[in-house]
């Protein structure tokens, strides 16, 4: 790789794992449409779909490690949540990331389509502002399965699975705002460890543009999430929405050909 190549991929990397951190995602729905569409329009080489997924699941095993080592003080780790959902989650996406290699690279952005709207969608229900630190309680059986769904999906894809697995713990599970995107990133990094793990093992990683994207990450998504602990909750929300709303309506127009 160039020199020019290395610094976009760096840059490109670390504006998703700022963002991971800033609003408890991975960075896959960053960093996907970001590698899919970006490299080709400055002159980069352009990534398959399947190299992608290999990409955007170390990127996202590495920033959601590092966002949790910077919230791990702050009170807003939740372990019963991270339990009950990160194992579910972590089972579904180990079947989603061996499954995805047999699926054709349309159908891969096909899905990834699909969960976007999905999450625009769950973002944009009317929900009630809940905050603090306090007694959370939820539905352990409803997490556990709405986890393993999504695990299923995002293996397919790459991702942890945060930016569906989000809105579920606002909209559906009503956790506090703070809390979910702390316990988001723990729960994402374990259902990591099955994406990562069957993107290595059907060999979907590029290692050399990995490398790169995983450094800049766990310099960036720290970043990110020291400074939400700072940021008004509602803004924090919003921001993640027009960011997956914007995501799945590119996604779409690539998909039918607009």
Same mark, same amino acid.
């Given at each position: 790789?160039?020199?020019?190549?290395?610094?976009?991929?760096?840059?490109?990397?670390?504006?998703?794992?700022?963002?991971?951190?800033?609003?408890?995602? =991975?960075?896959?729905?960053?960093?996907?449409?970001? %590698?899919?569409?970006?490299?080709?329009?400055? =002159?980069? $080489?352009?990534?398959?779909?399947?190299?992608?997924?290999?990409?955007?699941?170390?990127?996202?095993?590495?920033?959601?490690?590092?966002?949790?080592?910077?919230?791990?003080?702050?009170?807003?780790?939740?372990?019963?949540? !991270?339990?009950?959902?990160?194992?579910?989650? %972590?089972?579904?996406?180990?079947?989603?990331?061996?499954?995805?290699?047999?699926?054709?690279?349309?159908?891969?952005?096909?899905?990834?389509?699909?969960?976007?709207?999905?999450?625009?969608?769950?973002?944009?229900?009317?929900?009630?502002?809940?905050?603090?630190?306090?007694?959370?309680?939820?539905? /352990?059986?409803? $997490?556990?399965?709405?986890?393993? @769904?999504?695990?299923?999906?995002?293996?397919? @894809?790459?991702? =942890?699975?945060?930016?569906?697995?989000?809105?579920? #713990?606002? @909209?559906?599970?009503?956790?506090?705002?703070?809390?979910?995107? $702390?316990?988001?990133?723990?729960?994402?990094? /374990?259902?990591?460890?099955?994406?990562?793990?069957?993107?290595?093992?059907?060999?979907?990683?590029?290692?050399?543009?990995?490398?790169?994207?995983?450094?800049?990450?766990?310099?960036?998504?720290?970043?990110?999430?020291?400074?939400?602990?700072? #940021?008004?909750?509602?803004?924090?929300?919003?921001?993640?929405?027009? %960011?997956?709303?914007?995501?799945?309506?590119?996604?779409? %127009?690539?998909?039918?050909? !607009?």
């Amino acid at each position: 790789m160039t020199v020019y190549t290395i610094t976009m991929l760096f840059v490109l990397g670390f504006l998703g794992a700022f963002i991971s951190g800033l609003v408890g995602v =991975g960075g896959a729905i960053i960093n996907y449409p970001l %590698l899919l569409y970006v490299p080709p329009l400055i =002159g980069i $080489a352009s990534f398959g779909a399947h190299e992608i997924t290999g990409i955007v699941a170390a990127q996202v095993f590495f920033s959601t490690l590092a966002g949790v080592l910077a919230y791990r003080k702050g009170g807003y780790l939740n372990k019963k949540l !991270i339990i009950s959902m990160g194992g579910s989650v %972590l089972v579904g996406s180990v079947i989603g990331s061996f499954g995805s290699n047999g699926f054709s690279e349309h159908t891969i952005n096909v899905i990834y389509g699909v969960l976007a709207l999905l999450a625009v969608f769950m973002m944009f229900l009317p929900k009630k502002q809940v905050e603090g630190q306090g007694e959370v309680t939820f539905n /352990i059986t409803l $997490a556990g399965i709405l986890a393993f @769904v999504v695990g299923v999906a995002a293996g397919v @894809v790459g991702a =942890g699975g945060s930016f569906l697995l989000v809105p579920i #713990m606002l @909209v559906v599970l009503k956790i506090p705002t703070r809390i979910t995107i $702390a316990s988001s990133l723990a729960i994402t990094f /374990i259902s990591s460890i099955g994406s990562v793990s069957g993107k290595l093992v059907t060999h979907q990683i590029p290692w050399q543009p990995t490398l790169v994207i995983v450094i800049a990450s766990l310099i960036a998504a720290p970043i990110g999430a020291k400074l939400a602990q700072k #940021m008004n909750t509602r803004m924090l929300q919003n921001i993640l929405a027009i %960011l997956i709303m914007i995501t799945a309506i590119k996604i779409w %127009l690539d998909v039918l050909g !607009i």
